[in-house]
């Protein structure tokens, strides 16, 4: 401990040396009494401030080399205001209300028939979440359309995941349109360039699929999975906005771990040709609340884990090799830690410090996916409880 070290000698001012401290200063009366005593205390102080500046140095230097970036998230309010807040339209389900009600519950009128529902996506490896989303919406989906790259948004090849597994998803097989491109960005490119060539190309192929006007296009990426309800009420209502978000309860590894209720960036739209462009960021102001989930890095494998962390937008994150040890990835997954070792992205002190360290479990296996529940064995990784995965 810092104060103890001055115990070998010095004139300190603590309890030990109150003998030495009362020769030079307590003899003395009144004013004079006081200054000394302040000039022992500063002395004292002097000493320590020494020796917690050196140690504290170090510490500061190695201390923004190894959490520089957390300094900058945590420091993100100051630098950075939080966006314009959106309109939540309050959503009204439950299972033995009629349509024509639930309709009219959100303001809307019911139509004679429902719309046609495109659902399009782009595929990287999430073979198990895609069943679960496919299984989730196909009673409501005209067409299922999925693009597969031979490379990830940040340049790397991959294989055609897909394609190699096709045959596990003959359910879908009359209503899938599917196709491949290959990589258009170099390595190193802006991970955003493959991005925006690669939902380019998921465009043209609604077009190909027979997408027209009026049809509901679902833009979202594989893990936002919009519940099944949610599609029938938006396909039976007429007069739902043209562009419509949809809050989706957010959790990350599996169903164990709640983040919050606020992702929004999955989307649905009334289509008009050659106006919508598939995207996927923020369209519009208003988003449906309590309208389905988003499990991010909801692997099977630890192996798709580490995939996933080097194929990502934001692969700057991955700072230190570590963070790619599959022992390491194991325990943050147990933990509900952060993989990237990164603070929560929030715009308010109030809601960086109250997400910080990890998220806390969920028992709750209510309202998520039937397919995932009436295969729970199958699929149990993601069900709270089983946070261990496989290797390979
Ligand atoms: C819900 O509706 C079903 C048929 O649509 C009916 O059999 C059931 O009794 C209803 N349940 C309640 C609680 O009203
Ligand atoms: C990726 O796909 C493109 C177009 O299909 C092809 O020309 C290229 O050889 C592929 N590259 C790899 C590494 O598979
Ligand atoms: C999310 O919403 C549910 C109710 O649907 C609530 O029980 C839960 O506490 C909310 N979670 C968070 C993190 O806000
Ligand atoms: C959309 O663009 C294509 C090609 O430019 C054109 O042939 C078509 O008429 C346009 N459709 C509408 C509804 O404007």
């Keep these: 401990m810092w104060w103890m070290m001055g115990e070998g000698g010095g004139p300190y001012c603590s309890k030990k040396t109150d003998d030495y401290c009362a020769d030079v200063c307590g003899q003395e009366s009144g004013r004079l009494l006081s200054m000394s005593r302040v000039r022992c205390i500063l002395r004292g102080f002097d000493i320590r401030a020494l020796i917690l500046l050196i140690m504290l140095i170090p510490t500061c230097i190695f201390g923004i080399y190894a959490h520089g970036q957390k300094i900058s998230y945590f420091l993100r309010p100051l630098w950075e205001s939080?966006?314009?807040?959106?309109?939540?339209?309050?959503?009204?389900?439950?299972e033995n209300v009629s349509m024509e009600n639930l309709c009219k519950l959100h303001g809307w009128g019911?139509?004679?028939?429902?719309?046609?529902?495109?659902?399009?996506?782009?595929?990287?490896?999430?073979?198990?979440?895609?069943t679960i989303r496919w299984k989730e919406l196909y009673p409501y989906i005209t067409k299922f359309v999925l693009l597969e790259s031979n490379s990830t948004f940040s340049g790397i090849f991959k294989p055609l995941h897909f394609a190699k597994n096709r045959e596990q998803f003959d359910f879908v097989e009359?209503?899938?349109?599917?196709?491949?491109?290959?990589?258009?960005?170099?390595?190193?490119?802006?991970?955003?360039?493959?991005?925006?060539?690669?939902r380019l190309q998921l465009d043209n192929l609604l077009k190909l699929a027979g997408i027209t006007d009026d049809d509901l296009l679902i833009?979202?990426?594989?893990?936002?999975?919009?519940?099944?309800?949610?599609?029938?009420?938006?396909?039976?209502?007429?007069?739902?906005?043209?562009v419509l978000h949809l809050r989706l309860k957010n959790y990350l590894y599996s169903f164990e771990f709640l983040v919050d209720n606020n992702s929004w960036r999955a989307s649905v739209h009334r289509y008009r040709e050659n106006v919508t462009k598939y995207a996927h960021f923020r369209q519009t102001d208003d988003v449906l609340a309590d309208a389905g989930w988003h499990c991010s890095f909801c692997f099977r494998k630890i192996s798709e884990f580490i995939f996933k962390m080097k194929a990502y937008s934001h692969n700057d994150r991955i700072r230190f090799n570590k963070y790619l040890n599959p022992k390491r990835v194991q325990e943050v997954i147990c933990n509900g830690d952060d993989l990237f070792d990164m603070l929560p992205e929030e715009y308010t002190f109030k809601e960086i410090i109250g997400k910080m360290g990890p998220i806390p479990h969920s028992y709750s296996a209510v309202h998520l996916p039937s397919y995932l529940l009436e295969n729970a064995e199958k699929y149990k990784f993601l069900l709270p409880g089983n946070c261990r995965r496989d290797r390979e």
């Design 82 to 94: 939080p966006p314009k807040p959106f309109h939540d339209i309050p959503h009204y389900y439950h």
């Design 219 to 242: 833009m979202s990426d594989v893990d936002e999975i919009p519940s099944r309800h949610t599609i029938n009420l938006l396909r039976w209502c007429d007069d739902i906005p043209d």
């Design 174 to 198: 009359p209503r899938l349109e599917y196709a491949t491109v290959g990589r258009t960005a170099k390595k190193g490119d802006n991970p955003f360039v493959e991005e925006a060539y690669q």
């Design 110 to 130: 019911i139509r004679e028939y429902p719309r046609r529902v495109y659902d399009a996506v782009l595929f990287s490896n999430e073979m198990d979440i895609l």
